[in-house]
């Protein structure tokens, strides 16, 4: 017995099967996340072409001194000076660090290969020049690690919240200022340091003097 059909010949009809929705459902993904693309690299492009000499070396610098968490370790070093809640702080903050540092180049950069920005063909001036990272470009990791420093050690110290996170801020922002990063790198990046915080948090043994300050 044949489906029936209408005037065209068309099997669609009342009595025809739905449309499986996994191909339109695939479809509107892939649709998404090339207008999120098209929209990182339009704002890697207004970065690069927007003149800032003042702060092109500062950015230069603050990105070089982020490598391998120098800025956050050099603050964890001073905080454990203070004793206390300080250096409750900085124990804390420190493991942040290493949580968001081992996954994102455990999983962030093994699982999204993303490639990294092309600096020359976005005229990205080299006054801002960094050495370009041989790693994925998606997390950034100094982004992610500067942001968990700073979640961490915020909520032990709530009175360093908004310097610290003014700092995080800068050091992902620079990133993208010196061409090696794209925003959504950034955000990522941003996201998963929260997440690296949250766990260094729960995972730390709670004082009994200190458990209000958490």
């Known amino acids: 017995m044949t489906e029936p059909t209408n005037a065209d010949g068309d099997t669609r009809g009342p009595l025809a099967p739905a449309p499986a929705p996994g191909p339109a459902r695939r479809r509107t993904v892939a649709a998404v996340l090339a207008d999120l693309r098209a929209v990182d690299g339009a ?6 072409a927007t003149p800032t000499p003042t702060l092109d070396r500062a950015l230069r610098r603050l990105s070089h001194a982020a490598d391998r968490s120098k800025v956050s370790l050099g603050i964890a070093a001073a905080l454990a000076l203070g004793g206390g809640r300080a250096r409750r702080a900085a124990l804390v903050g420190v493991g942040a660090v290493a949580v968001a540092s081992a996954s994102t180049n455990l999983l962030g950069k093994r699982l999204v290969h993303r490639a990294r920005p092309d600096r020359e063909a976005a005229r990205v001036t080299v006054d801002r020049y960094v050495p370009m990272p041989a790693s994925a470009s998606f997390p950034s990791g100094h982004t992610a690690a500067a942001v968990a420093f700073a979640t961490a050690v915020g909520v032990v110290l ?40 949250a766990a260094a948090l729960a995972a730390a043994p709670r004082q009994p003097n200190t458990f209000t300050a958490w």
């Open 43 to 48: 704002l890697y492009a207004a970065v690069a």
């Open 158 to 197: 709530p009175e360093a919240a908004v310097p610290l996170g003014a700092l995080a801020s800068a050091v992902g922002y620079s990133r993208v200022h010196t061409g090696v990063h794209y925003p959504g790198d950034v955000a990522a990046g941003a996201v998963l340091g929260i997440a690296s915080a």
